[in-house]
């Protein structure tokens, strides 16, 4: 699992599809969907200021994290 820390990610889809993460003491600036269709990542410690987040991710876990208020849908429709 590949470590992200204390990085400030800016940008629609920084990080589209990622996998295999564990991001730490981070900040996701603009830009919506940063981890839009994201695997198995573990995120800590990390900050999310515009929309859908974690939009059709799987595999998450987020601890000691916030995000910014007014977040619509942060985690996109569930997969049935």
């Known amino acids: 699992m ?3 820390n204390q990085q400030v990610m800016e940008g629609e889809r920084a990080l589209f599809q ?6 730490e003491n981070s900040t996701f600036q603009n830009g919506e969907s940063p981890l839009k269709h ?15 987040p974690l939009w059709y991710s799987d595999d998450i876990s987020v601890t000691q994290s ?3 208020a007014g977040l619509m849908r942060a985690f996109g429709t569930p997969r049935i």
């Open 18 to 23: 990622a996998h295999d993460l564990q991001i």
């Open 66 to 68: 916030t995000l910014k």
């Open 2 to 4: 590949k470590l992200i």
């Open 38 to 52: 994201g695997h198995h990542l573990k995120i800590d410690h990390t900050l999310f200021k515009w929309k859908y």
